[in-house]
């Protein structure tokens, strides 16, 4: 005979049925929900959707349709396109992201996600992959309304996923390592000062060869440079691997991430 026990409200449950055990979930399902949080709540904010979706989706008709800046030989589209591409990672690995972070800093919300049972390591590692969703939606959007325009892209699409990542990994840790280390108000007003000066003088719009030669040196040296000089040399001419702009990012990558890692304050 099975041995029953009762609750206060005598219910009676048989022997082993009902076992609780409590604890934390799983660090992958703990990293997927807080992934799927982040993306919702950046999806639901109308400042980043702006930043982040509606400025480069502007700028990629604007400059397409109306001839105000010389890209040089063939379709505006076929310059324009990779650099917009750019600039959607840049806008939401760095400026959208330096911002979120800050604030959730500022507000105690890092202080108590690092007092949970979500590791530090896994919320960072959630946040990145809200950003890659998005840049996903961002990159699925400028596609369609590029070839809209008669956008013709050539070159392997998965060197154009290695500088994406790659860009991604390099603005991320900058974002973080910003928001990290100065106050929100500072962040917020870094972030979108970076993001309008990269706009004009990281080869997103304006071509290189436009500026003077000391300067399109340095400039050629910024992430967003070597991102969108590689994807356009991808998709617009069709280049094979565009290494010097792969080492770029892959520099900019390794030191934004240590310095993020090194630096970067919960409190």
Known sequence: MTATTSTPAGTAYAAGSFAPAPGAARTTAMIRAQAVLETRMLLRNGEQLLLTVVIPALLLVLFSGVDIVDTGAGKSVDFLAPGVLALAVLSTAFTGQAIATGFERRYGVLKRLGASPLPRWALLTAK????????????????????????????????VLV?????????????????????????????????LLLLVGGGVVVPMDKFPGGVRSVLELLPVSALSDGLRDVLQHGAATPWGDLGILAVWAAVGLALAGRFFRWE
């Open 128 to 159: 990145t992959c809200s950003v890659l969703v998005t840049e996903l939606l961002q990159v699925a959007l400028l596609t369609v309304i590029a070839f809209a325009m008669g956008w013709s892209p050539h070159g392997n699409p998965l060197t």
């Open 163 to 195: 500088l994406l990542l790659l860009g991604t990994a390099a603005f991320s840790g900058l974002g973080l390592l910003m928001a990290g280390t100065l106050k929100a108000e500072a962040t917020l007003a870094a972030a979108n000062l970076v993001f």
